[in-house]
């Protein structure tokens, strides 16, 4: 007879809860609070000792004693759903607190705050869990709070800097009429028109190949349909921002393969006629 005690569905041991916590504390302790200028690779002491966020601004060290007060909650069980109640709420709050802290004071974000966002973030996945998301599954109520995320992280702030850079100025002043002149300054009307000719050719490509794929795969008695359907799951599994962004830091100014043809033919390129550009010099509007 099996008496082993089953763990009810979204029932996180303390363990678990605790070791998110712990890893949010050391990375407030020994990782930069804000971003470093040249990186992880080339910094100074003094540098890396005023990015620090007990160093950068007392307030931080709100974050790291907001998590040491959940620690004893990991252990002491609430009645009813208040314990997953008590991690969404606070869990929530410091996300958005963050957030808002680094978007106000206009500062890029270091390695701490981003390794205590992930794991505010799994503290705010165990907490929907605990009250029925997914149906208890917390790995499954994870998986959901890491995709939006990744969209919101890669697709909405990008589209959001984007616009305020362009409706405001240096001062932080709003200025709408500036969108229309740079939209209407040199060299941007080419770059609207090459991204709509490129929208419009890609949805048109991917729906003749889509249709093409369903009806092979439904009209077809080949074997071969079969293989066809792992195709499928193919943009499931690389969503287009993670390729448009493999192909920036593959080809784009700073991209791996952009930086080693300038290195290896210089910054005029190869087969350089007089008085021309080369193939592999740098474009301003990449």
């Known amino acids: 007879m099996n008496t082993k005690k089953n763990n009810a569905p979204g029932e996180i041991g303390p363990r678990v809860v605790f070791s998110w916590i712990l890893i949010a504390t050391i990375a407030y302790c020994f990782l930069p609070w804000t971003a470093l200028e040249y990186g992880l690779t080339d910094f100074t002491m003094d540098e890396l000792q005023d990015a620090m966020g007990w160093k950068y601004n007392k307030a931080t060290l709100a974050v790291p004693l907001l998590l040491i007060l959940l620690v004893p909650f990991a252990w002491i069980k609430l009645p009813g759903k208040e314990s997953g109640w008590l991690f969404t709420v606070v869990s929530g709050a410091a996300i958005g607190m963050l957030l808002f802290s680094f978007i106000v004071s206009n500062t890029s974000m ?11 973030a799994a503290l705010f996945a165990i907490g929907i869990s605990e009250l029925g998301f997914q149906r208890g599954d917390t790995f499954i109520a994870g998986a959901v ?14 589209v959001w800097e984007i616009f305020r850079n362009v409706l405001f100025n240096k001062a932080d002043e709003f200025v709408p009429f500036q969108f229309f002149r740079i ?14 000719r490129l929208a419009f050719t890609v949805g048109a490509a991917t729906t003749v190949c889509g249709l093409l794929f369903a009806l092979y795969s439904v009209r077809a008695t080949t074997r071969f349909r079969y293989m066809i359907r792992v195709f499928y799951i193919l943009p499931i599994i690389t969503p287009p921002f993670v390729v448009g962004m493999s192909l920036i830091l593959l080809f784009g100014r700073a991209g791996m393969i952009s930086d080693g043809l300038m290195f290896l033919f ?14 592999f010099e740098r474009s301003g509007y990449i």
């Open 110 to 120: 270091g390695l701490a705050a981003g390794v205590i966002l992930m794991c505010l």
């Open 266 to 279: 210089g910054p005029s390129g190869i087969f350089t006629p007089e008085g021309g550009q080369g193939i």
């Open 145 to 158: 709070i890491f995709v939006i995320f990744m969209v919101v992280m890669f697709i909405f702030f990008p």
């Open 183 to 196: 939209i209407t300054s040199f060299g941007v009307g080419r770059i609207i028109w090459n991204t709509l």
